[in-house]
């Protein structure tokens, strides 16, 4: 290695070397569309926008990534050469932590039993098996392949690892159903409503929630996000444990956007990232205009959660209402009265 080389390395990792940036590269390098927004990045990441300047300046100055205007917005990218160094650098990282953090976790003994000392891989082997009993119509080698997509994908973002095994065997069903529900095309199946945003911490979490609550089981719902936060908003956390239904014992979590989530749906609402969502025929799109609880304060997550809450008071109103049945042409009408 030459020393040119190697000071541009060094730049580089000095750059690299604060959880706050190593969090933004990772947000940029895992968008769909390869550039990020300077304000959906302060959004996923909450933090607040003089803060996320700083750190974009100096990844900038560092050669890691580059901007362009657009209108009114500025997006972020990768620059040139940096997406096999980030995706090589971010991926060893990764696994190198969750590697320490499990051992360290296996060490304790004030942990509770079992917590620290959970085999992954056999954990994964039995939730594959359970699944594959589960959706027979399904290949068993497709089955394997969510479940390991639906860990990997996850295990991106996520800080709380111990959960990971579960969240990824909800996530996984929830993929399954989805194909299951497009490979069979019942007509008389029950309405499927996909809500998005970009992170899945907040407006889509809180729209999933309170139409489960108007709706009920009537409505199948599912929210996600085009770039996953890490974990929900606790600004929103409130009112989804106290809008939370499930019984399973499942924690609330982000979840990245499918393509057979799209595919599952018949209404597909967007909620600030719009050009990320695939546009297929024979759904219904809609687009909500609500604000971003991420930075709100205690009253503008109030308002933001009201705003919703109507919202979604009249799609459950639409998608609950029985159908009319017409009337038959040989129906006798009432005589009018003189």
């Given at each position: 290695?030459?020393r040119?080389?190697?000071?541009?390395m060094?730049?580089v990792l000095?750059?690299?070397?604060d959880?706050?940036r190593l969090q933004?590269?990772?947000?940029?390098?895992?968008a769909p569309s390869g550039?990020?927004?300077?304000?959906?990045i302060a959004?996923?990441t909450a933090l607040?926008?003089?803060?996320v300047?700083?750190?974009?300046r100096s990844?900038?100055?560092a050669g890691?990534?580059?901007?362009?205007r657009r209108g009114?917005?500025?997006?972020y990218?990768?620059?040139e050469?940096?997406?096999?160094?980030v995706?090589d650098?971010?991926?060893?990282?990764?696994?190198a932590a969750?590697?320490?953090s499990d051992a360290?976790?296996?060490?304790?003994q004030?942990?509770?039993?079992?917590v620290?000392?959970l085999?992954?891989q056999?954990?994964?082997?039995?939730v594959?098996?359970?699944l594959?009993d589960?959706f027979p119509m399904v290949?068993?080698g497709?089955?394997?392949?969510v479940v390991?997509e639906?860990?990997t994908?996850l295990?991106?973002?996520a800080?709380?690892?111990a959960?990971?095994?579960v969240?990824?065997e909800?996530?996984?069903?929830?993929?399954l159903?989805?194909?299951?529900?497009?490979r069979?095309?019942?007509?008389?199946?029950?309405?499927q409503?996909?809500?998005?945003c970009v992170?899945?911490?907040?407006?889509?979490q809180?729209a999933?929630a309170l139409?489960?609550?108007?709706?009920?089981d009537?409505v199948?719902?599912?929210s996600?996000?085009s770039?996953?936060?890490?974990?929900?908003?606790?600004t929103?956390r409130p009112?989804?444990?106290?809008l939370?239904?499930?019984d399973?014992?499942t924690?609330?979590?982000?979840?990245?956007l499918t393509d057979?989530?799209?595919?599952?749906a018949?209404?597909?609402?967007?909620m600030?990232?719009?050009d990320?969502?695939?546009v297929?025929?024979?759904?219904?799109?809609?687009d909500?205009?609500?604000?971003?609880?991420a930075l709100a304060s205690?009253?503008?997550?109030?308002?933001?959660?009201?705003?919703?809450?109507?919202?979604?008071?009249?799609l459950?109103?639409?998608?609950?209402?029985?159908?009319?049945i017409p009337?038959s042409p040989?129906?006798?009408?009432p005589q009018?009265?003189t």
């Amino acid at each position: 290695m030459t020393r040119d080389v190697a000071e541009a390395m060094a730049s580089v990792l000095r750059a690299l070397a604060d959880p706050l940036r190593l969090q933004i590269v990772s947000v940029v390098s895992t968008a769909p569309s390869g550039r990020v927004p300077a304000g959906e990045i302060a959004s996923i990441t909450a933090l607040t926008p003089p803060t996320v300047s700083h750190h974009l300046r100096s990844l900038r100055e560092a050669g890691v990534l580059t901007a362009r205007r657009r209108g009114t917005w500025v997006d972020y990218s990768l620059a040139e050469g940096m997406e096999r160094v980030v995706a090589d650098l971010l991926g060893s990282l990764a696994a190198a932590a969750r590697a320490g953090s499990d051992a360290e976790g296996a060490g304790r003994q004030d942990r509770p039993a079992g917590v620290g000392s959970l085999d992954t891989q056999s954990v994964m082997r039995r939730v594959t098996d359970d699944l594959i009993d589960r959706f027979p119509m399904v290949d068993d080698g497709l089955v394997r392949s969510v479940v390991r997509e639906s860990y990997t994908d996850l295990g991106r973002t996520a800080r709380v690892t111990a959960h990971l095994p579960v969240l990824a065997e909800a996530f996984a069903t929830q993929r399954l159903e989805d194909l299951s529900r497009v490979r069979t095309a019942n007509p008389h199946h029950r309405p499927q409503v996909l809500f998005v945003c970009v992170a899945n911490a907040g407006r889509s979490q809180l729209a999933a929630a309170l139409l489960r609550k108007h709706a009920g089981d009537a409505v199948v719902v599912r929210s996600a996000g085009s770039t996953p936060a890490a974990e929900v908003h606790a600004t929103v956390r409130p009112y989804l444990e106290a809008l939370d239904t499930d019984d399973s014992g499942t924690p609330i979590y982000p979840k990245p956007l499918t393509d057979d989530a799209v595919r599952a749906a018949d209404v597909v609402i967007t909620m600030g990232c719009g050009d990320n969502c695939p546009v297929l025929p024979g759904k219904r799109y809609e687009d909500w205009a609500v604000g971003d609880p991420a930075l709100a304060s205690e009253a503008g997550v109030r308002a933001i959660h009201d705003d919703i809450e109507a919202r979604v008071r009249v799609l459950a109103a639409e998608l609950t209402e029985p159908t009319p049945i017409p009337a038959s042409p040989d129906a006798v009408r009432p005589q009018e009265s003189t």
